[in-house]
T-cell receptor, first 115, second 109 residues
C-alpha cells in the first residue's frame, strides 16, 4: 500500500533559522507530490507541487522542495523562517492508479517558530 | 469565485443522531473528496467522487455515506453518529491539484 512518512512530528525553531522538513513516500511508479500548510484554525493551502521537470520546486512564501526520486523523498525547505510560518505542514502524494486522484497524506509536522 | 465551501462550520451531535455535511465547489471540477483530520494522523480519505452520480470508498468509509447528485455538490452523511466520528471534516475538489474547503468541526457526545 502507498504511504507517506513525515519524520518530524513537532519542530521548534527561532526566527531566521533554516527549515527542512522530511517527507518520504512508498510507491514505485509515477507520482505527483505536494506540500500543504495549515495555519491555526484554517484550512489546508497549497504551498507547492511537483508533477515533472525540474526536481527543485519553488512555492509561495519562500518555500521550496526537492524531489529526489532515488530516495523517494520530497523534503521541504526554507532558508529563514518567520514567526508567521508557525503552522502544520503536510506532505501528500498522488500516485497514479485507477482510483482517481486520491491524495495520501503524511501525519503532518507541526512547526513552531519562536519570535 | 468562492472555491470550496462547507456547511456547517461547527456542529455538536449526540450519539445516534444523524446529519449531513454539504460541500460545494464553483470550479467545475469533476473530482471531489471528503477527508477527516485527526491529531497525529494527517488527513484520511473517507469517500470520493470522480463525477456527477458516482461515488467510491476511500480509506475510512465505515459509518459514512455520500451522494453526488449535482456536479458542484458533494454530501457526506452520518446516519448514526458515534463519538469516534468526532473530527474535523474537510472537503476538497480537483484532480491533479486538490483545493480544500474551510472544514467542519464535528463533536459527537
Amino acid at each position: 500500500a502507498q504511504s507517506v512518512s513525515q519524520h518530524n512530528h513537532h519542530v521548534i525553531l527561532s526566527e531566521a533559522a533554516s527549515l527542512e522538513l522530511g517527507c518520504n513516500y512508498s510507491y514505485g511508479g509515477t507520482v505527483n507530490l505536494f506540500w500543504y500548510v495549515q495555519y491555526p484554525g484554517q484550512h489546508l493551502q497549497l504551498l507547492l507541487k511537483y508533477f515533472s521537470g525540474d526536481p527543485l520546486v519553488k512555492g509561495i512564501k519562500g518555500f521550496e522542495a526537492e524531489f529526489i526520486k532515488s530516495k523517494f523523498s520530497f523534503n521541504l525547505r526554507k532558508p529563514s523562517v518567520q514567526w508567521s510560518d508557525t503552522a502544520e505542514y503536510f506532505c501528500a502524494v498522488n500516485a497514479f492508479s485507477n482510483q482517481g486522484g486520491k491524495l495520501i497524506f503524511g501525519q503532518g509536522t507541526e512547526l513552531s517558530v519562536k519570535p | 469565485n468562492a472555491g470550496v465551501t462547507q456547511t456547517p462550520k461547527f456542529r455538536v451531535l449526540k450519539t445516534g443522531q444523524s446529519m449531513t455535511l454539504l460541500c460545494a465547489q464553483d470550479m467545475n471540477h469533476e473530482y471531489m473528496y471528503w477527508y477527516r483530520q485527526d491529531p497525529g494522523m494527517g488527513l484520511r480519505l473517507i469517500h470520493y467522487s470522480v463525477g456527477e452520480g458516482t461515488t467510491a470508498k476511500g480509506e475510512v468509509p465505515d459509518g459514512y455515506n455520500v451522494s453526488r447528485l449535482k456536479k458542484q455538490n458533494f454530501l457526506l452523511g452520518l446516519e448514526s453518529a458515534a463519538p469516534s466520528q468526532t473530527s474535523v471534516y474537510f472537503c476538497a475538489s480537483g484532480q491533479q491539484t486538490q483545493y480544500f474547503g474551510p472544514g467542519t468541526r464535528l463533536l459527537v457526545l
